[in-house]
């Protein structure tokens, strides 16, 4: 009963609402197919266990499916996660609450932060590489004409930032989550600042470490296995790349008070980070913030941007300017997708399984949540809040 219920939901239902470039394969031999050209996307389910997880084709439960190897996608990513947005919002029944409730049980100690860092960013090194541009920058590129390559979009990027705090040499720059290093090393061999780099991850400390001394700037940048809540001292420069989403929105006052106390008198902050659209700090549509906080950023949460302004005035910063990137962010992530499925043999040798289909999905759907507008990133420049206007550049 149980079986012919699913699969009447999705054989008949599914073919009253839409057409799809897909193709479902049961145990017994069965095919269902969803419209009559050749299917883009081949759902494998090897027995009648499985069916459960497409009772509710949320984005979690096909997610889960996936990568627990109880269901078999065949596809190219883009395609897979168009239909699994099209099958969720055709089938599923509405948004579950278990990523909001899991999130307001993250305590996002320097602990439990710690942990969830070296989850993420310590599969290996080589991991990362395998389709990330030479520099290795992990956050979304800045595509000046449309038509760069991803190292050039990287660096533009950078550059951007740095010329947005106006960085002049001789200044101190503190790099809170700096990844491998790319943009201190930049500072320091490009704009003549004196840097420090902090991050969680030991993989990306050793790494970073291994590049500054390649590139001889040992006395000019530091880089510490360091939680950000205990760097010390003062710095006219202040710049957060793909961090903030790490910190927890109930603690985004505290996050950027202490980035306050570390900014010298006149200093510049800029903090690029990814929010939400949802108003409310909601979790992603169809279960896709659930998915992605249970196997890819484990406590990780979204701010909308009106909650980041008022978190950063709560801590006493002052915003001068903010600039939406996600158009940007999209194409960067539709080019990691295409360098890790050009990659996917290799990036098979590096990791397990799980973790493959993990990042196969989790790449593709943030390339569709930017361009579908779910999510946005925002570079957002500000001061203390008790600056003289006389210093701005």
């Given at each position: 009963?149980?079986?012919?219920?699913?699969?009447?939901?999705w054989?008949?239902?599914l073919?009253?609402?839409?057409?799809?470039?897909?193709?479902?394969?049961?145990?017994d031999?069965?095919?269902l197919a969803?419209s009559?050209?050749?299917?883009?996307?081949?759902?494998?389910?090897?027995?009648?266990?499985?069916?459960?997880?497409?009772?509710?084709p949320s984005?979690y439960?096909?997610?889960?499916a996936?990568?627990?190897g109880?269901?078999?996608?065949?596809?190219?990513?883009?395609?897979?996660?168009?239909?699994?947005?099209?099958l969720?919002?055709?089938?599923?029944?509405?948004?579950?609450r278990?990523?909001?409730?899991?999130r307001?049980?993250?305590?996002?100690?320097?602990e439990?932060?710690a942990?969830?860092?070296?989850?993420?960013?310590?599969v290996?090194?080589d991991f990362?590489?395998?389709?990330?541009?030479?520099?290795?920058?992990?956050?979304?590129?800045?595509?000046?004409?449309?038509?760069e390559?991803?190292?050039?979009?990287?660096?533009?990027?950078?550059?951007?930032?740095?010329?947005?705090?106006?960085?002049?040499p001789?200044?101190?720059?503190?790099?809170?989550?700096?990844?491998?290093?790319?943009?201190v090393?930049?500072?320091?061999?490009a704009f003549?600042a004196?840097?420090?780099?902090?991050t969680?991850?030991?993989?990306?400390?050793?790494?970073?470490?291994?590049?500054v001394?390649?590139?001889?700037?040992q006395?000019?940048?530091?880089i510490?296995?360091?939680?950000?809540?205990?760097?010390?001292?003062?710095?006219?420069?202040?710049?957060?790349?793909?961090?903030?989403e790490h910190?927890?929105?109930?603690?985004?006052?505290?996050y950027?008070?202490r980035?306050?106390?570390?900014?010298?008198?006149?200093?510049?902050?800029?903090?690029?980070?990814?929010t939400?659209?949802?108003?409310?700090?909601g979790a992603?549509?169809y279960g896709?913030?659930?998915f992605?906080?249970?196997?890819v950023?484990?406590?990780?949460?979204?701010?909308?941007l009106?909650?980041?302004?008022?978190?950063m005035?709560?801590?006493?910063?002052?915003?001068?300017?903010?600039e939406?990137?996600r158009?940007?962010?999209?194409?960067?992530?539709?080019?990691?997708?295409d360098?890790?499925?050009?990659?996917?043999?290799?990036?098979r040798?590096?990791?397990?399984e799980?973790?493959f289909?993990i990042?196969?999905?989790?790449?593709?759907?943030?390339?569709?949540a930017?361009?579908?507008?779910?999510?946005?990133?925002y570079?957002?420049?500000?001061?203390?809040?008790?600056?003289?206007v006389?210093?701005?550049?």
């Amino acid at each position: 009963m149980f079986e012919q219920m699913v699969l009447s939901a999705w054989n008949e239902g599914l073919r009253d609402k839409l057409s799809l470039p897909l193709r479902v394969e049961l145990w017994d031999g069965r095919q269902l197919a969803f419209s009559s050209g050749p299917p883009r996307v081949t759902i494998r389910v090897p027995d009648r266990s499985a069916l459960r997880y497409l009772r509710s084709p949320s984005l979690y439960n096909l997610g889960r499916a996936y990568v627990e190897g109880a269901i078999d996608i065949k596809g190219r990513a883009a395609d897979i996660i168009n239909v699994g947005n099209a099958l969720a919002a055709s089938l599923d029944k509405g948004r579950s609450r278990l990523g909001e409730i899991l999130r307001r049980a993250a305590p996002h100690t320097r602990e439990t932060d710690a942990e969830a860092i070296r989850y993420h960013y310590d599969v290996s090194n080589d991991f990362y590489a395998a389709w990330l541009d030479p520099a290795m920058v992990y956050s979304c590129a800045y595509f000046e004409n449309g038509i760069e390559d991803l190292a050039t979009a990287q660096q533009q990027k950078i550059d951007h930032i740095l010329r947005k705090i106006d960085l002049r040499p001789g200044q101190t720059l503190l790099d809170i989550g700096c990844g491998w290093g790319a943009l201190v090393l930049r500072a320091a061999q490009a704009f003549g600042a004196r840097c420090v780099g902090v991050t969680l991850s030991e993989n990306q400390a050793a790494l970073a470490r291994e590049r500054v001394e390649r590139a001889g700037l040992q006395g000019q940048v530091e880089i510490r296995l360091q939680d950000y809540r205990d760097v010390a001292g003062s710095f006219e420069r202040i710049t957060s790349v793909g961090m903030f989403e790490h910190v927890g929105v109930q603690h985004l006052p505290e996050y950027f008070s202490r980035v306050n106390r570390l900014l010298a008198p006149g200093g510049l902050v800029m903090n690029h980070g990814i929010t939400t659209t949802n108003v409310d700090n909601g979790a992603a549509a169809y279960g896709a913030g659930e998915f992605v906080g249970q196997y890819v950023f484990p406590d990780g949460e979204l701010a909308h941007l009106s909650t980041v302004v008022r978190a950063m005035q709560e801590g006493g910063l002052e915003v001068h300017d903010a600039e939406n990137l996600r158009r940007h962010y999209a194409k960067t992530c539709a080019i990691w997708t295409d360098n890790f499925e050009s990659n996917a043999e290799h990036i098979r040798l590096l990791t397990d399984e799980k973790r493959f289909r993990i990042w196969h999905v989790y790449l593709a759907g943030c390339a569709y949540a930017f361009a579908h507008g779910r999510i946005s990133l925002y570079q957002i420049v500000c001061g203390k809040a008790d600056g003289e206007v006389e210093r701005l550049p």
